[in-house]
């Protein structure tokens, strides 16, 4: 892989004000976005998407003033397209005969849960309706409403993966990764202080869940430790490759002060804001987190082959020491404990396996369009193990999750979206690849390693930092000069 220039703009992107505008909006809104609890809350989550909405705007725009527009390959647009058709499709109401030809299973369903008809008729006697005209459209959503929220949101991921891709094309990556650094530093910092003050507070709201874990402003330790591992990646690959520089610049000239001076300034701050960071992860108590962190943060320090391993390896173990050093006041036999009890966790009645197993018989009754986007936890009760004692909005696990609720349509569409962003992991985690670019690649394939055993993808926060990292991926190849 030849090495692209992605730290720097390129000269086209110095004059383009308008991409300008697109790379510092990305990267306020993705330091914003999980400040609000993760932007779990629906006044939150609306803010989000009216960013991603502003965002988009700005873009079209820019592309319609003539600037050149990098766009990710069709099969990425056809899926991310065809995604939003199907939301759109399981939402809309196509009556009885459509929907009893496509899914028949949502028609049982809408039977099953249509109240009797003496309930019916007193129901439309005291709303003084005829009892027809209270009964929804058949759909082949269960719950349309919800379908069409998640059209929304969907809409609002797809619009940030299309800014990222050209913000990285042309303006570069570093800003984005200096934003996730800073998020990072930030939340590990604020969640290791609640943690050990004992103040169980996130901002002016009582901390009611996890109250032995750090979550940073996220409601959910595990949510807080997919988000760090991935934004340490991008923080990690910006100081490896600002100490690079600063080692270029000593060795062309052989004085300290290009160590001492504005380069190793910069490394070392980014190296103090990603400790930071990691002292927050591992305080998480997330057994799922912490090791898809610290393998990914492992993988991009190492990749290089046997070239100064050893100094790399001393460079990892120092981070991790000093990131450590919180956890070792707060008890490390806890981790260890919490590591030894991962598998009979795992296989508890009514724990995740069960959940799991239950989501794909709720996929195989609905195989062509699922249940309808965001409806896991309208559906799951119709197929829950009586052993599944907890509510689940989610199946903690994504994959199953988009089987169930989308189908074999849904299932084949994501595919189009997620094959060309896996394909061009080989050339960004070569040896020869530069540090950022590796960083991005690391810090999207550990949300997608994170979805196998939770949910980023449905936490609005943690989603648009994946949509980001994925448009910045694919705009990686406009930045090497390939299309």
Request: proline share 6%.
């Amino acid at each position: 892989m030849p090495e692209p220039d992605e730290t720097t703009p390129t000269s086209a992107g110095r004059s383009d004000p308008l991409a300008r505008v697109l790379e510092w909006g990305l990267a306020a809104l993705l330091v914003a976005a999980p400040l609000p609890f993760g932007a779990v809350l629906p006044g939150a989550l609306a803010l989000l998407e009216i960013g991603a909405l502003a965002l988009l705007v700005v873009w079209l725009v820019r592309a319609a003033a003539g600037h050149p527009t990098a766009l990710p390959p069709r099969a990425v647009r056809a899926g991310l397209l065809g995604l939003m058709a199907l939301a759109l499709l399981q939402a809309v109401p196509l009556g009885d005969t459509a929907v009893s030809w496509i899914s028949p299973e949502s028609l049982e369903v809408r039977a099953d849960s249509r109240a009797p008809e003496p309930a019916h008729r007193v129901e439309g006697e005291l709303l003084q309706a005829p009892p027809e005209s209270l009964d929804r459209p058949a759909a082949l959503s269960v719950d349309p409403g919800l379908s069409a929220s998640a059209l929304r949101t969907g809409a609002a991921l797809a619009a940030l993966l299309l800014v990222a891709t050209t913000v990285v094309a042309v303006r570069g990556a570093a800003r984005l990764a200096l934003a996730l650094l800073v998020s990072a530093a930030f939340q590990g910092l604020y969640g290791a202080l609640v943690l050990v003050s004992g103040h169980d507070m996130i901002w002016h709201l009582t901390k009611r869940h996890y109250l032995d874990s750090a979550t940073g402003t996220f409601v959910n330790r595990n949510h807080f430790a997919g988000y760090l591992a991935a934004a340490l990646c991008c923080g990690l690959a910006l100081t490896l490759d600002r100490a690079a520089r600063a080692r270029r610049s000593w060795r062309a000239r052989r004085r300290w002060a290009d160590l001492l001076g504005t380069e190793g300034a910069r490394t070392a701050l980014s190296g103090l804001l990603v400790v930071l960071g990691l002292g927050g992860l591992l305080l998480s108590f997330s057994r799922a987190g912490i090791a898809i962190g610290l393998t990914a943060l492992g993988a991009l320090v190492l990749r290089a082959g046997p070239r100064r391993l050893g100094t790399r390896l001393a460079l990892l173990v120092l981070v991790v020491a000093l990131a450590a050093v919180p956890l070792s006041q707060v008890g490390t036999g806890r981790l260890a404990e919490r590591y030894a009890q991962s598998a009979a966790d795992f296989a508890a009645p009514g724990g995740r396996a069960t959940v799991w197993s239950d989501t794909l018989a709720m996929a195989a009754t609905f195989p062509a369009t699922g249940t309808g986007f965001g409806t896991f936890s309208t559906a799951y009760p119709l197929f829950r193990s009586p052993e599944v004692r907890l509510f689940y909005r989610h199946a903690h696990n994504d994959a199953v999750q988009l089987a169930a609720e989308a189908g074999l349509a849904g299932v084949l569409l994501a595919l189009l979206v997620l094959v060309p962003l896996a394909a061009r992991l080989p050339a960004a985690l070569a040896g020869d690849a530069p540090p950022l670019a590796a960083g991005l690649a690391l810090g999207w394939l550990t949300f997608v390693v994170h979805a196998l055993v939770d949910f980023p993808f449905h936490l609005p926060a943690s989603a648009a930092t994946a949509a980001a990292l994925s448009g910045a991926l694919l705009g990686l190849s406009w930045n090497n000069g390939r299309a």
